[in-house]
């Protein structure tokens, strides 16, 4: 019997190589174009940060100039930190307070179905459908009562309420990821509902857990329109600070950038640091 | 003890007009292999299911080790579960799968790592103990399904399906390994599958189920020999037994043109049963095939051959139209040919009954007609 061997013919294709890297500097070009788009109005205010007042103020801008830290030293100085505490006293509190509400209601929206589910669901989302504007007037009314004006408590509260229903949301459909054999061989094990959920359904959806917490983070830290309303100087938070900087005077710029820049590092560190859950939490529903 | 005892259980879905489990009776010996074996949608998992606490029961109980289980939480049935998804913890090794019901027993680490290395030598899982499910291979997250319900040394054990997720080979080759697990542990199992070959080879007796309903439930043998409606017939044994709806003559059933004789003892069975067609069912291996021109037996022209090296079958059609098989279509017969296909397609061939004895179900209801 006679072996046949099979040559692999040479493909000499001068003209596809070329082609394609052309193609793919290009799209390269352009994502790079995009990217630095979005990105450098950020850009722009944090260098702006550390240009003297003249610099950041000139017509056409600055691009290159001495920096300084006189701005940072400035805006620390002028009582940024009860400002700061309030605001991560505000954030903090109520995302948890979100997060021990939300993940039990999830749960039950989404692992444990009642017949009303929909309308649960229906009724939460309808929450957000009322633009704050129109509530604040009887809400300033209510705080006011309840004795909790420029109260940092009244923040929480708020915060809480405006970020559950969406956190509700989101946490559902990460729980709706988790097969429910999973449910039910725990239970087989021996496991009660709490021992099931904490060994075996807490780490699947951490991830998206992860990404709830820092949506909200996000929405409370740079809520503005409460904090201006209902708080004045013991409870004020950082957006409302920030405004403080646009006086009738003029406008400082780079006082203003370098107060912007600070007020966006801790929420900034907080992805940072969870940068890897989210990713997969904020794509965990797209890949069945 | 484990004796497991269904006793007119019940199971209906919330919205469903049909019951998913309806009024199962099946008694369960301690250490026997049961399969529950049935097409999709016949209430074999839900019946299993109900065993193991997933599904509420409805009506009736069900019993085991003489103790009614309605209303006890699964946790506390001492009842092994494989699925059929396997349902690992995504997030624990292997090892940590395996231990997690000891785990949750109070089991002590040292006797709990002890038991998990035993039965990870039983499974050939040693190597893998410390690898999370995500990185093992379907057929080893199968094992360690089947080793997480070892493990617990449970008084029975429950598998729903647990190999249709393996390729054809790996499910050949498992199912012999579970079977020989099953005798050597001695555990009552319960196994469901749809796979009538599963159901043959591996179970002690075999429950045949349709629509929620228990038709038969004895020994492989007994269901192959003497089926006892013209469902199991056709539902159990592979090609399936040739089934056709045909009117009684003086000395036989007529097919077409010609009359297929039948002996005494058949005749006066149907002449008591009272009925004037009758359904006949003949396994491939009970027809003869004629291939020299102008023998006997009904004339067919063969549609396809299958092949398979040690056997291989026949499908044919017969000539005569007037024949119907049970769907009203033109009579389709599959005939088993101990030795290559002795025709080619298109061929016109003879076929004959061989020794043995023909099944007879009734028209309407489908019964077995008992010669």
Not at chain 1, 33 to 53: A, D, H, R, S, Y
Not at chain 1, 235 to 259: E, K, N, R
Not at chain 2, 266 to 273: I, K, V
Not at chain 2, 327 to 344: M, Q, W, Y
């Amino acid at each position: 019997m006679s072996t046949t061997t099979t040559t692999r013919p040479e493909t000499v294709d001068e003209t596809v190589r070329p082609r394609r890297r052309t193609q793919g500097i290009g799209w390269s070009a352009l994502a790079w174009i995009v990217g630095i788009g979005f990105f450098f109005p950020v850009l722009w205010m944090v260098i702006t940060g550390f240009k003297q007042e003249a610099d950041a103020y000139t017509d056409p801008p600055t691009v290159f100039f001495t920096p300084t830290l006189d701005q940072f030293r400035e805006v620390l100085d002028s009582g940024i930190g009860t400002t700061l505490l309030n605001s991560v006293f505000a954030t903090t509190v109520s995302t948890l307070l979100v997060l021990l509400l939300g993940i039990p209601a999830a749960f039950a929206l989404s692992l444990r179905p009642v017949r009303k589910t929909k309308d649960v669901l229906f009724f939460f989302i309808s929450t957000k459908m009322l633009p704050v504007v129109a509530a604040i007037v009887p809400l300033y009314v209510i705080v006011g009562d309840i004795g909790l004006l420029d109260n940092i408590w009244a923040l929480v509260i708020l915060y809480t309420a405006m970020n559950l229903p969406i956190a509700v949301w989101m946490m559902r459909s990460f729980f709706l990821e988790v097969p429910s054999e999973l449910l039910e061989a725990a239970s087989m094990d021996g496991a009660s509902l709490w021992t099931s959920v904490r060994e075996v359904i807490l780490p699947l959806v951490s991830p998206g857990i992860a990404a709830t917490a820092l949506i909200c983070v996000i929405f409370s830290w740079n809520e503005f329109f409460f904090a201006v309303n209902l708080t004045a100087v013991q409870a004020q938070t950082i957006p409302v600070f920030l405004v403080g900087f646009i006086t009738g005077q003029g406008l400082y710029w780079a006082q203003l950038s370098a107060a912007a820049t600070l007020s966006a590092l801790p929420v900034v560190l907080a992805g940072w640091v969870a940068q890897n859950k989210l990713v997969r939490g904020l794509s965990f529903g797209a890949i069945k | 003890m484990a004796e497991i005892a269904y006793k007119k259980a019940s199971c209906a879905y919330a919205g469903a007009d049909k019951l998913a489990v309806d009024s199962l009776d099946l008694d369960i010996m301690d250490g026997e292999f049961v399969v529950l074996v049935g097409p999709s949608g016949s209430g074999k998992s839900t019946a299993l299911r109900m065993l193991a606490g997933l599904e509420e029961i409805d009506g009736g109980s069900i019993e085991i080790g003489g103790k009614n289980v309605v209303g006890v939480p699964s946790k506390d049935r001492d009842i092994a579960m494989v699925f059929q998804n396997y349902a690992l913890y995504p997030n624990k090794t292997v090892g940590e799968n395996m231990g997690f019901a000891l785990k949750m027993r109070g089991v002590p680490t040292e006797e709990r790592t002890r038991r998990v290395a035993e039965a990870a030598k039983i499974l050939d899982l040693t190597d893998f103990l410390d690898r999370k499910p995500g990185k093992l291979s379907g057929g080893q997250r199968q094992r360690v399904a089947m080793g997480r319900a070892i493990v617990r040394e449970p008084r029975v054990f429950c598998m729903d399906e647990p190999l249709s997720n393996l390729d054809a080979k790996l499910r050949v080759q498992t199912r012999t390994q579970i079977a020989a697990l099953q005798r050597r542990l001695g555990t009552t199992t319960v196994y469901v599958t749809h796979d009538q070959v599963e159901a043959m080879t591996m179970g002690d007796r075999v429950a045949v189920l349709r629509d929620g309903k228990l038709q038969q439930f004895s020994t492989p043998t007994d269901l192959y020999d003497h089926p006892v409606n013209a469902f199991v017939a056709g539902f159990i044994g592979s090609p399936a037994m040739n089934l056709m709806t045909v009117p009684v003559v003086a000395d036989g059933v007529r097919l077409g043109g010609s009359v297929l004789p039948l002996e005494r003892d058949e005749l006066a069975a149907l002449a008591s049963a009272g009925v004037d067609t009758v359904t006949i069912g003949l396994r491939p291996e009970q027809i003869g095939i004629e291939t020299e021109p102008g023998s006997d037996g009904f004339a067919a022209r063969v549609d396809l051959i299958e092949e398979l090296g040690s056997e291989s079958y026949l499908y044919a059609h017969l000539d005569d139209a007037d024949v119907k098989g049970l769907d009203g279509d033109a009579a389709s017969l599959v005939a088993r040919s101990a030795t290559r296909a002795p025709a080619r397609i298109g061929d016109s061939i003879g076929l004959t009954r061989l020794d043995g004895p023909i099944h007879l179900f009734h028209p309407e209801t489908g019964d077995r007609i008992e010669a």
